[in-house]
C-alpha cells in the first residue's frame, strides 16, 4: 500500500518498526523506497508505480548521483529480488550507503533552498 502513494507516504514508523522485527530485508526495501522518495520530491525522478528501477537510474542520466544511485539500486535488488534474508551485520554494513545517498538528497534542500 505503501507504494500506492509513495511521495507521501511516512515510510520512518514502517522502517523503524520493521528493524525492531529483524526483517532487515524489509528495512532495505523501506530505505530504497524513502531514497526514490526522496529523489521524487526533488524532482530529480518522476515517479510512477510501474516504474522500474533501472528507469530511475537512467532518469538520473547526467546526474552526479547517477553512479551512487545505481549502487544503491544494485544491492537492494540483490537483497530484494535475490530473496536474500540478511542478518543485522549485513544490513549494518549496507546500511552506511544508503544513509550517505539519502544524505547527499538532503543536501541537495540546502543547495536549492
Known amino acids: 500500500a505503501i507504494e500506492e502513494d509513495l511521495p507521501e507516504a511516512k515510510l520512518e514508523d514502517f522502517l523503524q518498526q520493521a528493524i525492531a522485527d529483524k526483517e532487515y530485508s524489509l528495512a532495505i526495501r523501506l530505505y530504497y523506497l524513502a531514497l526514490l522518495q526522496g529523489l521524487t520530491h526533488k524532482k530529480l525522478v518522476n515517479w510512477q508505480k510501474d ?63
Request: net charge negative.
Open 51 to 113: 516504474k522500474t528501477n533501472s528507469q530511475y537510474v537512467r532518469e538520473l542520466g547526467g546526474s552526479p548521483l547517477q553512479a551512487e544511485f545505481r549502487n544503491v539500486t544494485l544491492l537492494f535488488e540483490r537483497i530484494w529480488y535475490g530473496d536474500q534474508q540478511i542478518g543485522k551485520a549485513t544490513f549494518e554494513e549496507m546500511l552506511p550507503q544508503f544513509q550517505a545517498f539519502a544524505q547527499r538528497i538532503q543536501d541537495l534542500n540546502t543547495i536549492h533552498a
